[in-house]
């Protein structure tokens, strides 16, 4: 099982400490949520999502999440295959 439940608690500014506090578990759990070592519960996930304020699915999946440059890119309309040669940076000569 995937997650990205330290990028969710980076952004929004929540300890480990803080987040096991509002969920009911110790601060260990969360981090071996977050190394991939510990599968959560169903209600774990559940009250962990409704702490950040999100589907679940956005914090847990069965396959890995896509990186954030790569989703930032495709939100910018930015691939590869669209980039005109004017776009790239002009190589330095030394």
Request: hydrophobic share 45%.
């Amino acid at each position: 099982m995937f997650n990205r439940l330290a990028l969710m608690r980076s952004d929004r500014g929540i300890s480990r400490r803080r987040l096991a506090e509002l969920v009911g578990v110790n601060p260990q759990t969360i981090g071996y949520l977050e190394r991939g070592d510990y599968k959560p519960s169903l209600e774990l996930a559940l009250k962990i999502a409704a702490v950040f304020r999100v589907p679940v699915e956005m914090l847990f999946s069965l396959k890995p999440f896509p990186s954030v440059a790569v989703v930032l890119r495709e939100a910018e309309g930015w691939a590869p295959s669209n980039i005109e040669e004017t776009d790239l940076p002009k190589r330095v000569k030394r």
